[in-house]
């Protein structure tokens, strides 16, 4: 069983960087591919970015190729997103999403992903 709690939510104007943490609970958080997604009003859940259980391979969508990072410290049970040059399109729910499985096999679809924390707001004023 894994519990996730995201933080480090917020308003930012355009162009500015935010950083997400989503801390785990659970023993084996080190054999965990872990991701985030994010959701907007009247939209699907969209993939943003995941990450490899020794953050050898990292995915990301192509939206926030470039501008999002995606990092994670297994000492802390710990997973990031360092978002820079943030858009208003940036703006929705960001879900931190975990799964039992080694690779990243399909880890850009939410289906595959067992364990979501409740979601941090991150709004982005133009």
């Known amino acids: 069983q894994v519990q996730l709690v995201e933080s480090g939510g917020g308003l930012v104007q355009a162009g500015g960087s935010l950083r997400l943490s989503c801390a785990a609970s659970?023993?084996?958080?080190?054999?965990?591919?872990m991701a985030w997604f994010r959701q907007s009003p009247g939209k699907e859940r969209e993939f943003v970015a995941a990450?490899?259980?020794?953050?050898?391979?990292?995915y990301y969508a192509d939206s926030v190729k470039g501008r999002h990072t995606i990092s994670r410290d297994n000492a802390k049970n710990t997973v990031y997103l360092q978002m820079a040059s943030l858009k208003p399109e940036d703006t929705a729910v960001y879900y931190c999403?975990?799964?039992?499985?080694?690779?990243?096999?399909?880890?850009?679809?939410?289906?595959?992903?067992?364990?979501w924390g409740q979601g941090t707001q991150v709004t982005v004023s133009s």
């Open positions: 990450i490899s259980w020794r953050a050898r391979t990292t």
């Open positions: 659970g023993r084996t958080f080190s054999e965990y591919t």
């Open positions: 999403a975990a799964r039992d499985y080694i690779g990243m096999y399909d880890a850009m679809n939410p289906a595959r992903y067992g364990y």
